[in-house]
């Protein structure tokens, strides 16, 4: 099948540890952001969001910061399950751009 | 709930040749995106649509068409394929252009081009 990106940077974790993916975003204006999950053969699926008024949001075993001095997102995601390996990647809204700006991704590989 | 389908799946065609792919989404969305997903680019834009009979580019138009005549359908084609549109192609709804709304996606269209 398809490979959404064989040189992309892996993350490499055992089950049960938390893992961290980071992203630094390219526009000091975005507004919003999101994280997706992609697993081979699907389309990529919402995670979590967060507004650029806020600094961290948590949902259900994730965490997204974010860090607007240094434009830096990051996701947490606890005690990693082997359902978790996936590609992940950031997406932000820049006010007036017409489109969400996506990056290429992370591969996180989680060995049980 | 049925989300948003892309039709078909896996496509192989000719070069040259007039291929359209489908997108249906049930949520009433009114923003639809077209994407295509290649090796070391991401996912890039192809178009747009804020509703129905409203379309706009997006990053990379070229060679492609699309039509919205109705909020839930939203299909692309390529008048006439390139081996350079071989691609995974994504389909997309919100309800916002990225105005604090998630994109949801479609499972995509693999498709080749010989």
């Known amino acids: 099948g398809e490979s959404v990106g064989l040189h992309l940077p892996t993350l490499s974790v055992q089950e049960g540890d938390n893992s961290i993916i980071n992203c630094a975003y390219s526009n000091s204006a975005s507004d919003y952001f999101i994280w997706y999950k992609q697993e081979s053969g699907k389309g990529p699926q919402f995670i979590i969001d967060i507004r650029s008024n806020m600094d961290k949001r948590q949902g259900q075993r994730v965490t997204v910061l974010l860090n607007k001095t240094v434009k830096h997102l990051s996701l947490q995601i606890a005690a990693t399950q082997p359902g978790d390996s996936a590609v992940y990647f950031c997406?932000?809204?820049?006010?007036?751009?017409?489109?969400?700006?996506f990056g290429t991704g992370t591969r996180l590989l989680v060995s049980p | 709930d049925a989300g948003i389908t892309q039709s078909p799946r896996y496509k192989i065609t000719e070069t040259g040749r007039q291929v359209t792919l489908m997108c249906h989404q049930t949520w009433s969305h009114s923003y639809m995106f077209w994407y295509r997903q290649d090796l070391g680019h991401g996912l890039r834009l192809i178009y747009y649509?804020?509703?129905?009979?409203?379309?706009d580019k997006g990053e990379v138009p070229d060679g492609y068409v699309v039509s919205r005549s109705k909020t839930e359908n939203f299909p692309l084609t390529l008048e006439s394929a390139t081996r350079s549109q071989t691609s995974v192609y994504f389909c997309a709804s919100s309800d916002g252009q990225g105005r604090n709304q998630p994109q949801h996606f479609g499972d995509g269209t693999r498709l080749s081009i010989l």
């Open positions: 997406a932000e809204n820049i006010p007036g751009f017409q489109k969400l700006v």
């Open positions: 649509s804020a509703a129905a009979d409203i379309t």
